[in-house]
Structure formats: structure tokens, C-alpha cells
């Protein structure tokens, strides 16, 4: 029996022995070292931005647009101008929610250029 355990030992023994050991080297260990400094820099440079952004005043472009427009067509012209828009696209909306928006006609495959031969023949 002691020689039966001692074979079973020897044997757990060499199959530890024949798993392989991950050997990491010092250049690993720099390498995986630098990738994580370079990802907290990129998330602390995106923290900084987005800090910046939010110190940032709103710039609403519907309302510089509407004071170009008054500039440009005066403060009537600039409301009929917006009223159209609106008009337009509420139209433009409309069409898209149709059903039929949704598959379009397809063109059909037809050859551009259609060259009409001549009957041959002694009827011709």
C-alpha cells in the first residue's frame, strides 16, 4: 500500500510539474504597467474635458438662427420664414410616417439605352 501511495504521489507530482508556469518578465510587468498609466491618463484627460465642456455656456442654435434670420429678413420675415420651415416639415413627417414611405418604388431595371433593330428578313 506505501508504495501504491508513493507512485500516486509521484505521479500528482509530475503532473503539477508538466502544467505550464506562466513566467511573466519584467518587461511584461513594465508593459502592463505602462497600459494602465496610459488608461488612467485617457480617463482623466476625458474628465478634464468633460468638465470643460460642461463650464462651457449653452450656444443654442435655434435662437442664433432665428437672429440671423431677423437680421437678414426683418422680424416679420424672420416669422414667416420659421412658420414655412414648420409647415415643411410637418409635411415632410407626415409622408415619412405613411406605410408606404417605408418600401419605397423601386426603379426599374430596365437597360438605359434600348437599340431598336431593323427586321431582317424577306418581309423586310
Known amino acids: ?3 501504491e501511495e508513493e507512485n500516486e504521489e ?9 502544467s505550464p508556469a506562466m513566467l511573466i518578465s519584467d518587461e511584461l510587468v513594465q508593459l ?3 497600459g494602465a498609466r496610459k ?22 442654435d435655434d435662437l442664433k438662427r432665428s437672429n440671423e434670420q431677423e437680421k437678414l429678413y426683418g422680424a416679420e420675415g424672420a416669422r414667416r420664414v420659421r ?4 409647415a415643411l416639415n410637418a409635411h415632410f413627417d407626415r409622408v415619412m410616417d405613411k406605410p408606404s414611405a417605408a418600401k419605397p418604388v423601386l426603379w426599374p431595371s ?7 433593330h431593323a427586321p431582317q428578313g424577306p418581309g423586310a
Not at 509521484?10 to 508538466?18: A, K
Not at 412658420?83 to 414648420?86: C, D, K, P
Open 39 to 60: 488608461r488612467k491618463e485617457r480617463e482623466e484627460e476625458a474628465r478634464q474635458q468633460e468638465k470643460r465642456w460642461a463650464a462651457r455656456p449653452l450656444e443654442r
Open 1 to 3: 500500500e506505501n508504495e
Open 10 to 18: 509521484e505521479e500528482n507530482e509530475e503532473e503539477e510539474n508538466d
Open 110 to 116: 430596365v437597360a438605359l439605352r434600348h437599340v431598336a
Open 83 to 86: 412658420q414655412l420651415e414648420a
Open 32 to 34: 502592463f504597467a505602462s
